[in-house]
């Protein structure tokens, strides 16, 4: 059985069967999420990880799901950034406006 070693922040470096991890593929993404239970505090841990990471670790047994992003979330977006202010404003609207909470 192939062990892979990864390191939680938390307690170090571990080597853990293929059947411990999940990796979540995002198709047209920059990267594959892997995640594991730490084997000593039982945190769930992620780390990012490249595509052709991703594959191998797929070959080595590790079981994994694909989403698909769509092209609009993968658009360079214009203006600043949406603050805690943009988002109570909007809800406020929205309540204004009769929307259900």
Same mark, same amino acid.
């Given at each position: 059985?192939?062990?892979?070693?990864?390191?939680?922040?938390?307690?170090?470096?571990?080597?853990?069967?293929?059947?411990?991890?999940?990796?979540?593929?995002?198709?047209?993404?920059?990267?594959?999420?892997?995640?594991?239970?730490?084997?000593?505090?039982?945190?769930?841990? !992620?780390?990012?990880?490249?595509?052709?990471?991703?594959?191998?670790?797929?070959?080595? !047994?590790?079981?994994?799901?694909?989403?698909?992003?769509?092209?609009?979330?993968?658009?360079?977006?214009?203006?600043?950034?949406?603050?805690?202010?943009?988002?109570?404003?909007?809800?406020?609207?929205?309540?204004?406006? !009769?929307?259900?909470?």
């Amino acid at each position: 059985m192939e062990l892979i070693k990864v390191t939680s922040a938390c307690c170090g470096t571990h080597q853990l069967p293929a059947s411990a991890f999940f990796l979540t593929v995002y198709d047209g993404g920059n990267g594959d999420r892997l995640m594991f239970f730490c084997p000593r505090c039982k945190d769930e841990v !992620g780390e990012w990880v490249n595509s052709l990471t991703g594959k191998t670790l797929v070959n080595l !047994g590790v079981r994994s799901t694909t989403i698909v992003v769509p092209h609009e979330a993968r658009e360079r977006k214009g203006g600043p950034p949406i603050t805690i202010e943009d988002v109570l404003d909007f809800i406020v609207d929205m309540h204004t406006m !009769g929307a259900p909470a």
